[in-house]
């Protein structure tokens, strides 16, 4: 088996695009979100500062080896689950590293910093570490429910699993989007969408008030640095599956930052004009009003 | 049909039957109901005989009554009464262990009332 | 309804319906006309098979020998449990040594009645169980009463003690002797029990039959003591 | 030959002699007594032989020297002779028992007792009916007598009341029995047996009524329900001893005797036979079960064995030629392990089951109890089992299915008592009276040990000269499981080194035999077996018992795989089931799990044995390949049957309680064998099940598809009850059950992926199950608690069970890098191609649950807060380390080259589905709708992940270890790990949210069931009121109800 080195420059080159393109954007988005309260909110380059900030302190605190290791397994899982995906439709360069799996991979390949991460929050001994991992596991099972219908619907609905043959078959115009030809499975996504976001009404995973910052409690400095990187890279990689999914896929980059701004409006805007709901009740809103438009959509195909 | 002797002797052992059968239910007493018992074997030893009456013959013994030539057309069947006397003997022995365990029965408990010896049960 | 009520009646019930099976036996019951094939079979055989003229003894002590050994045995350990079972407990009121209840006196008629009868009474015993193969009668009727006269002397005096081990030898050499006997049968004649081992001899004479008046002989004496032992061992009860 | 006669004639000899010794003379009436019982024995045994080595055809014996019908005649056969020394045996050796009760008694005694054993043997050999009544009436008298004399042993006049009770009800069974006989003489004009069959009775005039009489009689003699209260006093209160006689050699004659009146009544009293044989059954193990007595208990059973001997007996007119080998392999087992039982209970001081504790000390008289109720229960190789089989398959082609339905049924209540006081006997406390070893009491026992494992072999001949089967007793696996019996006293690591031996030397004997499909199975039955037996060296001392029982499981396991027919399939099924109930037993706690485990197992292999019997209807042979041919109507309901069983020890929902308690109160490395091994043997047998049959259809039913949503349901529910609980080792028991719903849902699909699916399941769930298990068992052996809250950061004091944790974790959730992903993939793609689609949404939202209790596994057990009391905790044993790191490096391998197994499986099943293989190109793997390249997600990750900790490390380089407790908290400090570590009621909101799921509706199905069978018992049996005229009033009720029913059949 030959291996194209060239890949792996290429696979870094979206890499850094993705990572700059989120820590704008979030920044972004979070101004919007400040704004709809009618407060001023950050300056866009915030990210970077916080960022820099954090990388450059020095932490000598560790709570043993999963603790350490936490945060590597998040960003693992960030980086690894945008380079398993292709981002560009068409081409070579952006097609990262797709060909170690398909969409299975990437579906599966998300617990993998969620669980490394709850991990080494875990090891840190602090029990809102804990108490967020349950609410959060808790909460994913029935958030992923939609959206493991909504992929299956689109698997079945066009015989692949491969994402890179899914956006070949939504080319050709608009109509040929999956948001159009399967409405019932999109909608379903987007709900679980709404689920993974960590906003709300679905962020009291994270319940910035109640509990100081949820899990990341211990983390700090360059631990923290890791996560934030995260925090700008996951998101995107995440959004880039439902693009190619259900909105056509990107051929470009513009088209790309457009498409994934929408989407990630979309949360932001459900986050800002709902109240949070507790654990049991985003369950129940999950399997009421989402599982049902999943169900549907698989029995549509 | 109830015309021969047989089947007056038998009615009858079967009455005994069924009163010492009546007496062994009732009677709460352990020696009436061993008496009863004994009425019952009575009876059923009055069925047994009865079986083999014939009309008309005689003991199966040859004697110048009976010449052993004509003892076919001239005994009754002989094989019920060599039962009831096998029957008879077993009823003895019978009565005799029941006797025994009524003696033991009330050395134990002073008392002959079988409803009073239900310890063991379900 | 009182309980005792409800159990007659369904006494009542259950003894009906036995009722009614004896009834259909004996609505169906037709005495036979000829004797069937095995009573004819004795009938035709018994004098010269066996040489008996009583059949039912023939019947009794040959054919079905088995059987009666078996009764004889019933016989056996019913004395034997009798024996141990009243040895082994008494009354616990009467524990040995505590005053004795005055006894009625025995009449006079009696005590010498039985002094003038019991021998007699012995006598018929013997005469009917050595003539069981001719006359009505045989072991069994013999030995009974044979253990009349012993009732009639416990009767006369209650406090009179036979040997125990008297009658345990009596009994147990004359089963012995008894299943020796059916046993020789087996090896130098037709069978267990058959009674030619002796020769059948003449119809109607005391010395006939084979061995038939030596084995219901043995079959007296034996039930005779087993009778006797069960009588000794429960007026024994009563005594001490 | 010496006539039978003798076997009369000495004993009458003996007890006249007996007569004339001198009552002193007690040890020399004793020895006469046993020679004469011996010389009575060995006459039958002698003729025994004569008809088993020789083509002998019965003999009559005449008496008087004359022929019958015109005296009495008697006859030795093969059954005469056969139960003769039975008889003759039981009398010895319960003599033998007796021997202290006898001496006391002295010679009198002596020759009741001797009279007894001959009036038994005479009901078995006379030929005559009036005869017969004699013995009988001897036989009652005798026993009578025999309770009489016995009393003062207790000398409480329990024995005496229920003697006299016993009295009574033989004065009316012999006022019917003469009647009876007089006028069946009447009717036919003799009094022979033969001659009666001959002249055929029931139907000259008032025969049919005569010979009700003396049926009845004959059959109220067999105690049966409800005209039987006075027997099960006697059983009660009786000497044991007497009570073994009572119970195998009274019950055999009663049931010959039984078995010549129905050949005078024909074919028309079969029936009734039948009727009343079950009626019996059934009622009477329905009344064992509340009985707390253990004498009364096995009375209950005995009159139990001898209804369904009776039924048997009933059948014959299906059963033909092979009654014969089935009654007598049904009425021997009965007679010998109950006689056993009677015995031990000699030895056992307190009359409670729970006073059998006593008995654990000894592990030969374990040992015997254990001989004793599997041969009651009927599992190979007792004779039972060969007998059991036939018979159901008999009654199966005969479409008797009803009758076969009563007769597994009633056998499941019977195993329900009998092994539930083993599990008494396992773990109850131990009473302090000990358990009385005089020798000539044991040797009792050791006789019917013995004699129970020689009539297995004997049955595994015959079975062999009758039917062609294989004699199970010489299989090899089995053979050698049973030699660690012998090797018990060994040191346990002595004995671990053989038995990892021999199964390894067994895999490379046959290992040629396999094809892939099955070579899967064999490795993880025999080497998996071998690697997780790694763990059983930390065991210290002689581990008396695990060796045989686990043995005993894996020869099973590895005789189910080569099972080609339906019979040595069936041996295999039992082996194991019963191997893994004595293995589950070990544990500390786990006696009503390990019960309702082997309930659960045999009730489910009662199915697999309807089903098998129904699809051969009545041919000898089967094999499992046939199945295939069967057709509609059969084909579905053998389905349905074979499925159920199967699906019962893959714990399918509905059918799971069992597993959760069972694998959880295991031992340490009984565990991994439980869940890890022997779970596959449910799903190998359901896929040799999809092999052959394939889809059925079931009134409109596909059944294939029901199994569909049962995999599914199962698979949600089991992860939903897991992350519920406390314990780590139900969590982890629960996941099984999710894991095998998938499996099971795989097969369901019945496609080549969900097939490959379901056999990587198989593998992984061996392998990260067993790791986990030992993981969890080696902490909890350390920590001394199950419970997950008492525990708490334990990952530096045991890191290696962590790591064996964490990789497990990650296996069995299936994210990738490791192998638990390439299910996830291959069921994502085989799911496509399937129709049925709305059971995969249960299958997607068990999926992620599965997250929420292996988060909690990990993190509650290792991270978290270190309690004080385990600051010293250790690392787990070496031997329980070991065989995790191999796991963990298994999982790595099969992580990367999954190809190494699945290609061959994946070709191999190509036969079977050619379409949607997976192909393999290179490392990738492709599939008709995706692809997968393990080695380079495997790379990549590493990569990446190897990257980024390099960066941290060079930023954060100097990072040390804080304290516990040095954590941001809010506003307090905090001080103690119980209150800091959040780990009980883990997932709060979730129960709330979807806890109506779990409420345990099959576990409160099941206890009602079982409810509702001990109140129906207990009841009914107030209706045994001690009473001894009241029995008479159930007699007499038993003979008109019988009355109306046999009167009613006539023509």
């Known amino acids: 088996m030959t291996f194209d080195w060239m890949k792996i420059p290429y696979a870094l080159l979206t890499l850094f695009i993705v990572f700059n393109f989120g820590l704008l954007l979030t920044a972004f988005i979070a101004k919007i979100g400040a704004r709809a309260g009618r407060r001023h909110g950050i300056p866009i380059w915030q990210n970077y500062i916080d960022l820099i900030k954090n990388y450059g302190q020095r932490s000598s605190i560790t709570h043993g080896v999963m603790f350490y290791l936490g945060p590597v397994f998040r960003l693992t899982g960030g980086v690894g689950l945008l380079l398993f995906v292709p981002t560009i439709y068409g081409s070579e360069m952006f097609s990262n590293l797709s060909f170690a799996g398909d969409l299975i991979l990437a579906l599966y390949f998300v617990f993998f910093g969620t669980l490394g991460m709850a991990l080494g929050a875990g090891e840190s001994g602090h029990p809102h570490a804990a108490i967020g991992i349950t609410r959060g596991l808790a909460q994913v099972t029935a958030a992923e429910l939609p959206l493991a219908l909504a992929v299956f619907a689109v698997a079945l609905q066009y015989q692949t699993l491969s994402v890179t043959e899914i956006v070949a078959a939504q080319q050709g115009g608009m109509m040929n989007w999956t948001m159009f030809t399967n409405p019932l499975a999109v909608a379903a996504a987007m709900l679980a969408f709404l689920g993974s976001m960590m906003r709300p009404p679905f962020d009291v995973v994270l319940a910035p008030q109640e509990i100081p910052i949820g899990p990341p409690t211990e983390y700090h400095s360059a631990y923290l640095a890791l996560m934030q990187t995260n925090r700008a890279i996951f998101p995107i990689a995440k959004i880039v599956i439902y693009m190619n999914l259900f909105f056509g896929g990107a051929t470009s980059w513009p088209e790309f930052a457009v498409k994934v701004f929408l989407i990630y409006l979309f949360s932001a805007f459900v986050g800002v004009c709902f109240p949070r709901f507790r654990v049991e009740q985003s369950i129940r809103w999950f399997l009421i009003w989402a599982v049902p438009l999943g169900v549907l959509s698989i029995l549509w195909v | 049909m109830m015309t021969s002797l047989a089947h007056w002797a038998m009615a009858a052992g079967f009455v005994l039957i069924l009163i010492g059968f009546y007496g062994a239910l009732t009677n709460r007493n352990l020696l009436r109901m061993i008496v009863a018992f004994c009425i019952a074997d009575t009876g059923v030893n009055i069925v047994l005989v009865a079986v083999g009456h014939m009309r008309g013959r005689t003991a199966p013994i040859l004697d110048s009554a009976v010449p052993v030539a004509d003892a076919v057309s001239r005994i009754i069947d002989p094989v019920p009464q060599a039962l009831v006397l096998t029957a008879i003997v077993i009823g003895l022995g019978v009565t005799a262990m029941m006797l025994a365990y009524a003696l033991k029965l009330y050395e134990k408990k002073r008392t002959l009332d079988i409803a009073k010896f239900t310890e063991l049960k379900w | 309804m009182e309980p005792i009520m409800i159990k007659n009646a369904i006494a009542l019930l259950l003894l009906a319906a036995v009722g009614a099976i004896f009834v259909s036996l004996l609505a169906g019951y037709m005495p036979d006309e000829q004797l069937n094939l095995t009573a004819r079979y004795y009938a035709e055989r018994t004098a010269q098979d066996i040489g008996t003229a009583n059949i039912v003894t023939a019947i009794v002590v040959t054919y079905r020998g088995l059987d009666t050994l078996g009764e004889v045995t019933v016989l056996f350990i019913s004395a034997a449990i009798v024996g141990l079972v009243l040895a082994q407990g008494r009354l616990p009121t009467n524990v040995p040594g505590s005053p004795q209840q005055p006894r009625v006196p025995v009449g006079e008629l009696l005590s010498t009645g039985s002094r003038l009868l019991t021998p007699l009474i012995l006598l018929l015993g013997i005469y009917v169980f050595v003539n069981g193969h001719l006359t009505p009668g045989g072991g069994f009727q013999g030995g009974a009463i044979i253990a009349s006269g012993m009732l009639l002397l416990l009767l006369a005096d209650p406090l009179k003690h036979f040997s125990h081990r008297l009658i345990d030898v009596i009994e147990s050499i004359s089963g012995l002797l008894f299943v020796g006997i059916g046993v020789l049968g087996l090896l130098y004649a037709g069978g267990f029990l058959d009674n030619r081992l002796l020769p059948i001899g003449t119809l109607g004479e005391l010395f006939s039959a084979g061995v038939i008046p030596l084995i219901y002989s043995l079959i007296g004496l034996k039930v005779g003591s087993e009778f006797s032992s069960m009588l000794a061992s429960l007026s024994e009860t009563e005594e001490a | ?1051």
């Not at chain 4, 050796?93 to 007792?113: E, F, N, P, T, Y």
């Not at chain 4, 350390?782 to 069970?801: C, D, K, N, Q, V």
Request: aromatic share 14%.
């Open chain 4, 1 to 1051: 030959m010496v006539s039978p006669l003798y076997i009369i004639a000495v004993a009458l000899v003996a007890a006249f002699l007996l007569g004339l010794l001198k009552e002193e003379r007690r040890g020399l009436a004793y020895s006469v007594t046993l020679v004469t019982l011996a010389l009575m024995s060995w006459i039958s045994a002698n003729w025994l032989w004569l008809f088993i080595s020789t083509d002998a055809v019965p003999v009559e014996i005449y008496t008087a020297g004359t022929a019958p019908p015109f005296a009495i005649n008697l006859r030795m056969g093969l059954v005469e002779a056969a139960l003769t020394l039975l008889i003759n045996l039981t009398g010895l050796i319960s003599g033998l028992a007796m021997k202290d009760s006898l001496l006391r008694q002295g010679r009198r005694a002596m020759a009741v007792w001797l009279v007894a054993v001959m009036a038994l043997s005479g009901i078995v050999l006379t030929r005559d009916m009036f005869n017969m009544f004699v013995f009988f009436e001897l036989a009652v008298i005798a026993t009578a007598g025999l309770v009489l004399i016995s009393e003062h042993i207790r000398n409480d006049g329990l024995t005496l009341a229920a003697g006299f009770k016993y009295m009574i009800t033989s004065q009316f069974i012999s006022t019917f029995l003469l009647i009876g006989i007089i006028f069946a003489y009447h009717a036919t004009g003799t009094l022979n047996i033969d001659g009666m069959a001959n002249t055929s009775l029931v139907l000259l005039n008032g025969g049919s009524i005569a010979f009700f009489l003396m049926f009845i009689a004959i059959i109220a003699e067999l105690k049966p329900f409800p005209a039987n209260g006075w027997a099960l006093d006697i059983y009660e209160s009786a000497d044991p001893a007497f009570s073994a006689l009572f119970s195998a050699a009274t019950g055999a004659a009663a049931l010959y005797a039984a078995d010549k009146l129905l050949l005078i009544g024909g074919a028309e009293w079969l029936p009734i036979a039948t009727g009343i044989g079950i009626v019996t059954f059934v009622a009477a193990n329905l009344l064992a079960l509340p009985q707390t007595h253990d004498r009364r208990l096995l009375g209950y059973s005995s009159i139990a064995q001898t209804g369904l001997i009776l039924v048997v007996l009933g059948q014959r007119d299906i059963l033909g030629e092979h009654t014969l080998f089935i009654a007598g392999g049904l009425l021997l087992s009965h007679a010998v392990a109950k006689a056993g039982l009677f015995w031990l209970s000699g030895l056992v001081a307190g009359r409670e089951l729970n006073a059998w504790a006593a008995l654990r000390s000894h592990p030969l008289l374990v040992f015997a109890f254990v001989t004793f109720i599997c041969m009651l229960t009927g599992l190979p190789p007792f004779p039972g089992f060969y007998a059991k089989w036939e018979l159901i398959h008999l009654l199966a082609g005969e479409g008797r299915i009803a009758l076969l339905g009563l007769i597994l049924f009633s056998a499941l209540i019977e195993a329900g008592y009998l092994f539930r006081w083993f599990g008494y006997v396992m773990k109850r406390e131990s009473p302090a009276e000990p358990v009385d070893t005089a020798p000539h009491k044991t040797a009792a026992v050791l006789v019917a040990v013995i004699a129970a494992w020689g009539l297995s072999f004997l049955w595994g001949e015959l079975a062999g000269a009758l039917f062609g089967r294989g004699n199970i007793l010489l299989a090899l696996p089995l053979l050698f499981a049973l030699s660690f019996l012998l090797l018990d006293p060994l040191p346990a690591w002595l004995k671990n080194t053989l038995a990892i031996a021999g199964m390894v030397a067994w895999f490379y004997l046959t290992y040629t035999e396999y094809d892939p499909l099955r070579m899967i199975f064999a490795a993880i039955f025999l080497i998996g077996g071998a690697l997780t037996l790694l763990a059983s060296y930390h065991a210290h001392g002689k581990r008396i018992g695990f060796y045989p029982s686990a043995m005993l499981m894996y020869a099973g396991l590895a005789m189910l795989i080569r099972a080609t027919s339906t019979f040595d399939f069936f041996v295999a099924w039992e082996l194991l089931t019963v191997g893994s109930y004595f293995l589950i037993l070990r544990g500390k706690h786990s006696e009503p799990h390990a019960l309702s485990y082997i309930l659960f197992s045999l009730g489910g292999a009662f199915m697999i044995l309807a089903g098998f019997a129904l699809a051969a209807q009545g041919a000898p042979h089967f094999s499992l390949a046939s199945l295939q041919e069967l057709a509609q109507p059969l084909a579905p309901w053998v389905f349905l049957l074979l499925a159920i069983g199967f699906m019962t020890k893959t714990a399918a929902i509905g059918l799971h309680i069992w597993l959760p308690g069972a694998h959880a109160e295991a031992e340490t490395d009984v565990s991994p064998m439980v869940s890890g091994i022997l779970l596959k043997a449910g799903l190998y047998g359901l896929i040799m099940l999809l092999l052959t049959m394939g889809r059925q259809n079931f009134y409109g039913v596909d059944l294939v598809n029901a199994m569909l949503w049962i995999g599914a349901i199962t698979a949600l529910i089991g992860n939903l009850l897991a992350i519920f609980q406390e314990d780590a080792k139900r969590l982890l028991a629960y996941s099984s059950i999710g894991q095998m719903g998938y499996a099971m849902f795989g097969l369901a699909l019945m496609n080549h992926l969900g097939w490959l699916m379901a056999l990587m399941f198989v593998i992984n769930h061996y392998v990260y199950k067993s790791m986990l298990f030992l993981a969890v068992g080696g902490v909890a052996k350390r920590t001394g608690t199950r419970e997950m809250y008492r525990m708490g950061g334990l990952i530096t004091l045991m890191p290696l069970s962590f790591i064996a944790t964490l990789i497990g974790i990650i296996a069995v959730s299936g994210v990738p890098p490791l192998s638990g992903f390439g299910g996830r993939w291959i069921f994502y793609n085989a799911i496509l191609t399937s129709e049925a689609r709305l059971p995969m949404i249960i299958l997607f939202l068990a999926g992620p649950i599965a997250f929420l209790y292996l988060f909690r596994l990990i993190y509650t057990i290792f991270l978290g807060q270190l309690k004080d009391e385990f600051r010293r905790v250790k690392e787990a044993p070496f031997w329980i380390i070991l065989p995790q790191m191999i796991y963990v490096a298994i999982l790595l391998v099969v992580a990367v080259v999954p190809g190494l197994v699945l290609r061959h499986v994946d070709a191999y099943l190509d036969q079977f589905f050619p379409n949607g293989g997976l192909s393999w190109d290179g490392m990738i793997i492709t599939s008709d709708f995706g692809y997968w390249n393990p080695i380079a997600i495997m790379i990549i990750v590493g990569v990446i992940f190897m990257t980024l900790f390099s960066w941290l490390l060079f930023v954060n380089r100097r990072a040390q270890k804080v304290k516990q407790f040095n954590i941001v908290f809010s506003a307090e400090r905090p001080f103690r790990p119980e209150t800091t570590h959040f780990a009980w009621n883990f997932f709060a909101p979730y129960r709330k949210a979807l806890g109506f799921l779990t409420l345990p509706l099959v576990t409160l199905f099941w206890s009602t069931m079982t409810d509702f069978l001990h109140t129906a018992g207990d009841l009914t049996r107030r209706f045994y009121t001690g009473n001894g005229q009241t029995y008479a009033y159930h007699l007499l009720g038993f003979v008109i109800i019988v009355y109306l029913f046999g009167m009613g059949i006539q023509p």
